[in-house]
């Protein structure tokens, strides 16, 4: 069975928050936290690429195709990877996506609410 587009969000913003709770425990010169999210970037990357691309084009100025496109990259290209990749993806984008994955969220509960 699919899941829903507002489950999808949901696996957006538990895996952005669980970055910033990594990151709080440690850099990414710890491989432990390294490997963790990494992990979580996949995993937004992966749960973006399911969601409907109507639903994501009300926050227009996220690069919704780089964000699932990051998940490729990290689970296919691993010894690729460099800690600079992780490193310029979790200093510029999980506040922004956060952010937008919230507002995405609230809009389709609201519209829940209206259709009720």
Do not use: C
Not at 11 to 40: M, N, P, Q, T
Not at 70 to 78: N, S, W
């Amino acid at each position: 069975m699919s899941r829903r587009d507002d489950e999808r969000l949901a696996d957006v913003i538990a895996s952005a928050e669980a970055i910033a709770s990594h990151l709080d425990r440690g850099g990414l010169d710890d491989g432990l936290v390294f490997d963790a999210v990494r992990v979580r970037l996949i995993e937004i990357g992966e749960a973006v690429k399911d969601i409907d691309p109507v639903v994501l084009a009300d926050e227009p100025d996220i690069p919704w195709r780089d964000v699932a496109g990051i998940r490729g990259h990290l689970a296919h290209r691993y010894f690729d990877t460099t800690h600079s990749i992780v490193q310029a993806t979790v200093d510029h984008d999980p506040p922004p996506l956060l952010a937008a994955a919230r507002r995405l969220l609230d809009r389709m509960d609201l519209e829940t609410e209206t259709n009720a």
